[in-house]
């Protein structure tokens, strides 16, 4: 007889992603919601953004557009709160990457009729501080939010 084979307990996807790694960047998008919606109600809008758009990287490369949805509702969530007054002061405490990613999340929100007229005027406010590079960048990257 031959060797035993042991069952595969987790399926491998062809692009080489697990339901495991799905479910990893799950908690972490729902831990972050947690500390984004406790950041939201003290009116940290700095950092619950900054916190909002963390960690990119496993969101970006996720294939599962539940996991993406997910985290850009948390986005959406602080671009919510947040009054047409305080955008500035908002976006001036971020990274000029970081405001490369909203801007992905700003086109993202513009896909539905939903808050477009509180995102477009994000648009104009990060197009302002970022420039039109950060349209390009958006847009050309083959990452999606």
Known sequence: LGPKSTPRTTRVRSDGTTMADDAAVTAEV???KGSVT???TQKNYVGALTAALADPEKVLASKNADVKSANAAVVFQVIDA???KEIDGVLEGLDPLVMDLLMKYVYKGLSTPENANSLLKWHAK???RA???GIVRAMTDRKTV
């Open 38 to 40: 406790s950041l939201v």
């Open 131 to 133: 420039g039109p590079g």
């Open 30 to 32: 729902e831990a972050r």
């Open 82 to 84: 947040v009054e047409d």
């Open 126 to 128: 990060v197009l302002e």
